[in-house]
């Protein structure tokens, strides 16, 4: 009777003994697989709640792949002296072509001449670059900043609308409708004036017109400009928020103000009579 309580004892601490290895190792073989370096040491990680449980320590983890930054476009601008193409196709700064050298020549003229070297077109052989003024860098900067603005931008609808300085009145007040129309669906319009033979129109006054019109909800996003002979161009946007408020508040002023006028002028008659 006493052998057989013992064998009945040993078999059930054998059943534990199996379902707790069973259920650490499976634990373990379950785990997702990642790419941990581990040190050769064992150490005991105590736990209260636990026996003692051996593992091996983890140092770091390899999985993740540093992120390497895409290389931006370089903005337009003097490279200094730092140019690395041996051979070069240079243009003045009159915008003459100049032939290729070497970049030794370049620097050269470059230092002759009290000008900056800029890279124009970088993929091609050879390179471009062009002898330029500081006064002219700067200007094309403007110029590219301007263009870069009045660019629509991914996702915005732009319209354009153009016609001549000769418009009659009442064409130009139906041309206003249409920019209004877009205006408040947030477009942006890009408004381009001819002007007409024989026409003394200024055109920029016109594009103010236009804007005075629409102005309780739309502003330059690109300004009046000339975009080649007798042709001028503008780009008009929708206010955002902070735009509309400040608007307001220069109008609510500007009401005031004028009632204030209006107010003087009652009081000075009333004196007079």
């Not at 499976?26 to 005991?44: M, R």
């Not at 005075?212 to 080649?228: D, F, H, M």
């Amino acid at each position: 009777m006493t052998a057989l309580c013992t064998i009945k004892h040993l078999c059930q601490a054998t059943r534990n003994e199996n379902r707790y290895a069973k259920k650490f190792f499976g634990t373990l073989l379950t785990q997702t697989a990642q790419k941990w370096l581990f040190s050769p040491f064992w150490i005991v990680v105590p736990d209260p709640r636990k026996s003692a449980v051996f593992g091996l320590t983890q140092t770091f983890c390899t999985d993740k792949k540093p992120h390497t930054q895409a290389k931006g476009k370089a903005a337009f601008g003097s490279v200094g002296r730092r140019i690395p193409y041996r051979i070069l196709h240079v243009i003045n700064q009159d915008g003459e072509s100049l032939g290729n050298m070497h970049r030794a020549e370049a620097l050269r003229l470059m230092d002759e001449h009290g000008l900056k070297l800029v890279l124009l077109r970088e993929n091609v052989e050879p390179p471009v670059y062009r002898l330029m003024t500081g006064q002219q860098i700067h200007e094309e900067q403007l110029k590219r900043a301007e263009k870069k603005k009045a660019s629509p931008k991914p996702g915005v609808v732009q319209k354009e609308l153009s016609f001549s300085s000769a418009i009659a009145k009442n064409d130009l007040e139906t041309k206003i409708k249409q920019i209004a129309l877009w205006i408040e669906k947030k477009y942006h319009v890009k408004v381009t004036v001819r002007q007409a033979k024989g026409s003394s129109t200024d055109m920029f006054t016109l594009f103010d017109q236009i804007l005075e019109t629409v102005s309780e909800k739309a502003t330059y996003l690109s300004k009046p400009k000339v975009a080649r002979e007798g042709v001028s161009t503008c780009v008009l946007r929708h206010m955002s928020d902070k735009e509309l408020k400040e608007h307001q508040k220069m109008e609510m002023k500007k009401n005031n103000i004028v009632k204030k006028d209006e107010n003087k002028d009652l009081k000075s008659n009333e004196l007079h009579q």
